[in-house]
């Protein structure tokens, strides 16, 4: 498990991402988009999203982007389908910031 140095949360992953990923990164707060009404404080309170595309209807990713751009948060996205590569790309980005 590795522990961000940013507030980060995630939006997006399929049901069987999400179960995989969850335990690689336990400070991170990730959002089922399935079963989410938009709350533009999570956004507001973290440092960085990040979003996999994969798995988000394009009425939260408009919400997603016009709130980061709001209050200059900071958006990345997944390059992957895999939970253990998204991991990887979310950890050593979380390293070099």
């Known amino acids: 498990p590795y522990e961000t140095k940013k507030r980060t949360v995630i939006f997006g992953g399929h ?8 335990p690689m990164l336990p400070g991170v707060k990730f959002v089922d988009t399935s ?3 938009f709350n533009p404080e ?3 309170n973290a440092d960085v999203v990040w979003v996999q595309n994969n798995c988000i209807s394009h009425t939260q990713y408009g919400n997603i982007v016009k709130q980061t751009r709001q209050h200059g948060i900071q958006l990345r ?21």
């Open 35 to 37: 079963q989410y009404a």
């Open 42 to 44: 999570l956004i507001r």
């Open 15 to 22: 049901d069987t991402w999400l179960k995989a990923i969850r």
């Open 77 to 97: 996205y997944f390059g992957y389908a895999s939970a253990e590569k998204c991991a990887e790309q979310l950890v050593d980005w979380d390293q070099r910031e």
